[in-house]
């Protein structure tokens, strides 16, 4: 039997836009749509072109980016929205049109200041409008979770008669339950008679934290159209995430149904949009976050190691990640120190390993996390293996609007000084660049945030950074008033354990 379609519209570039400070420049939504394109969405709501001159031109290049996802346009149910929508996909090698009104009697009566009757009358006309652009148009009931049942059937009816392909059910304010939800799109599956003429799409807020199961419950009740957002950003709580839906689909394999999406880009994407909004994913996130496949319980660590299955659903290699963390802590087993040892080189026989344990056991007790140093100590290493010889005794950078940043920094690696000059993107770039051009390590930059400790212009930033060495991670950590200072050390303190 056939796997059914769910077809990905992805709206980070327009509603997961729209969070307070995340916005992107032209450039960057370009970045972030080839990679949607890449990673298979089937649909990319590349803006809201009457909304800004920067949104429009936004559309505009994404059209001429990209091959094979359809580009969509939102508009209101607006002559000149939708005009200004057609202009803005004229390269798209696959337009679409998305229009629609309130459907839920707060949005007639409170917002719109209208009735039933006129609503229908305006989508219909709207959605007459776009067609005469483009083949191509989806139609949103805003609101519609929260709209009366038999009259969203009346007007998807009224919207596919008069041409809509698309009709988008969306669960504006995050208010449905999964199975008020699922209900509603099977009465419009049973109710609307010419529902067979469309595709019916689920849009889903996370306000109550039921985005993700009011999406798989509107799929399971008919839908197959999803908008999602990478990472689930959005207004407010956010949206759908894509990830989750994506590893639902691909792991519930009894629900016969597939996605286009290639897993394993789905982590590289999320660190994109997470860097370039400026909007870190936090550690619990399902799928993306830093935790989903780290393991710090005994129990647990004991089980993963001994099967991944035990405790892992997914693969983390499915989804980009090269493997689970066994994080070392209070909580951790014999079985997890033994094997992070064993990744350090050693090996100790079941007496000795109960010593160490015991000494790794009070350690623990007085820090938040064991790293390899603290291991080295334990194990036996001697001071000289394990102290730190990188320092930085001078930083200078010179940057500013029309000028490519440039920094100088003087190491003492080993009791000697080194000195060394480079550019970059920025003065964190520039300032890495001439440590690197020192050292000589090629590594990669996994992970990198900043967050303020107090408040105010003179915040104190600590900066976490993650970086990749032959296969293997080390952590680096520094605090500083001066940003670009604490990022530098943050690089050293990590490069400290490779060199």
């Given at each position: 039997?056939?796997?059914?379609?769910?077809?990905?519209?992805?709206?980070?570039?327009?509603?997961?836009?729209?969070?307070?400070?995340?916005?992107?420049?032209?450039?960057?939504?370009?970045?972030?749509?080839?990679?949607?394109?890449?990673?298979?969405?089937?649909?990319?709501?590349?803006?809201?072109?009457?909304?800004?001159?920067?949104?429009?031109?936004?559309?505009?290049?994404?059209?001429?980016?990209?091959?094979?996802?359809?580009?969509?346009?939102?508009?209101?149910?607006?002559?000149?929205?939708?005009?200004?929508?057609?202009?803005?996909?004229?390269?798209?090698?696959?337009?679409?049109?998305?229009?629609?009104?309130?459907?839920?009697?707060?949005?007639?009566?409170?917002?719109?200041?209208?009735?039933?009757?006129?609503?229908?009358?305006?989508?219909?006309?709207?959605?007459?409008?776009?067609?005469?652009?483009?083949e191509d148009v989806e139609f949103y009931a805003e609101d519609a979770g929260r709209s009366e049942n038999k009259y969203l059937a009346r007007v998807v009816e009224a919207m596919i008669d008069a041409g809509a392909t698309v009709v988008n059910i969306p669960d504006t304010t995050g208010y449905n339950l999964p199975e008020e939800y699922g209900k509603k799109i099977k009465y419009l599956k049973d109710h609307v008679s010419n529902i067979d003429k469309a595709i019916i799409s689920t849009h889903c807020h996370n306000d109550l934290g039921m985005a993700t199961a009011n999406t798989m419950s509107g799929i399971i009740n008919g839908a197959r159209q999803v908008e999602v957002t990478i990472n689930g950003i959005g207004e407010r709580a956010g949206n759908t995430s894509l990830e989750e839906i994506a590893m639902i689909l691909k792991s519930r394999k009894h629900l016969n149904l597939q996605s286009n999406i290639n897993a394993r880009k789905i982590y590289r994407t999320s660190r994109l949009v997470s860097t370039l909004m400026r909007m870190p994913v936090?550690?619990?996130?399902?799928?993306?976050?830093?935790?989903?496949?780290?393991?710090?319980?005994?129990?647990?660590?004991?089980?993963?190691?001994?099967?991944?299955?035990?405790?892992?659903?997914?693969?983390?290699?499915?989804?980009?990640?090269?493997?689970?963390?066994?994080?070392?802590?209070?909580?951790?087993?014999?079985?997890?120190?033994?094997?992070?040892?064993?990744?350090?080189?050693?090996?100790?026989?079941?007496?000795?390993?109960?010593?160490?344990?015991?000494?790794?056991?009070?350690?623990?007790?007085?820090?938040?996390?064991?790293?390899?140093?603290?291991?080295?100590?334990?194990?036996?290493?001697?001071?000289?293996?394990?102290?730190?010889?990188?320092?930085?005794?001078?930083?200078?950078?010179?940057?500013?609007?029309?000028?490519?940043?440039?920094?100088?920094?003087?190491?003492?690696?080993?009791?000697?000084?080194?000195?060394?000059?480079?550019?970059?993107?920025?003065?964190?770039?520039?300032?890495?660049?001439?440590?690197?051009?020192?050292?000589?390590?090629?590594?990669?930059?996994?992970?990198?945030?900043?967050?303020?400790?107090?408040?105010?212009?003179?915040?104190?930033?600590?900066?976490?950074?993650?970086?990749?060495?032959?296969?293997?991670?080390?952590?680096?950590?520094?605090?500083?008033?001066?940003?670009?200072?604490?990022?530098?050390?943050?690089?050293?303190?990590?490069?400290?354990?490779?060199?």
């Open positions: 039997m056939a796997k059914d379609r769910i077809y990905i519209f992805d709206t980070t570039l327009r509603d997961g836009e729209q969070v307070p400070g995340c916005q992107l420049n032209t450039i960057e939504k370009i970045e972030v749509a080839r990679a949607l394109e890449e990673l298979g969405v089937d649909v990319i709501e590349a803006g809201f072109p009457i909304s800004s001159p920067g949104d429009f031109n936004s559309v505009v290049e994404i059209s001429k980016a990209v091959t094979e996802p359809i580009i969509c346009a939102l508009t209101r149910a607006v002559k000149k929205d939708i005009e200004v929508a057609a202009e803005s996909l004229k390269f798209a090698k696959r337009p679409r049109i998305h229009t629609g009104i309130g459907t839920s009697f707060h949005h007639i009566y409170n917002k719109l200041n209208s009735n039933p009757e006129e609503i229908i009358e305006r989508g219909v006309e709207a959605v007459k409008y776009a067609k005469s652009f483009v936090q550690p619990n996130k399902a799928i993306v976050g830093r935790n989903a496949f780290a393991h710090s319980s005994g129990i647990h660590q004991d089980g993963v190691l001994k099967k991944r299955e035990n405790y892992e659903i997914i693969n983390p290699k499915t989804v980009g990640i090269n493997e689970s963390s066994i994080l070392l802590s209070a909580r951790s087993g014999r079985a997890a120190l033994k094997h992070r040892l064993a990744k350090l080189g050693y090996s100790f026989s079941k007496p000795a390993l109960d010593t160490i344990y015991e000494e790794f056991l009070k350690l623990a007790d007085s820090k938040k996390e064991i790293v390899d140093e603290d291991l080295k100590v334990l194990a036996g290493a001697s001071a000289r293996d394990i102290k730190r010889n990188l320092y930085l005794h001078h930083l200078q950078v010179i940057c500013g609007k029309g000028t490519t940043p440039v920094a100088t920094v003087k190491l003492e690696w080993n009791g000697k000084f080194h000195s060394a000059t480079a550019d970059g993107n920025g003065p964190v770039d520039a300032a890495i660049n001439a440590v690197k051009d020192i050292l000589k390590r090629k590594v990669r930059i996994e992970e990198f945030l900043i967050q303020a400790i107090t408040r105010g212009s003179d915040d104190l930033g600590k900066v976490h950074m993650q970086l990749e060495h032959k296969g293997v991670v080390y952590y680096g950590f520094s605090a500083s008033t001066d940003i670009i200072t604490a990022s530098v050390e943050a690089f050293i303190d990590a490069m400290n354990q490779i060199v």
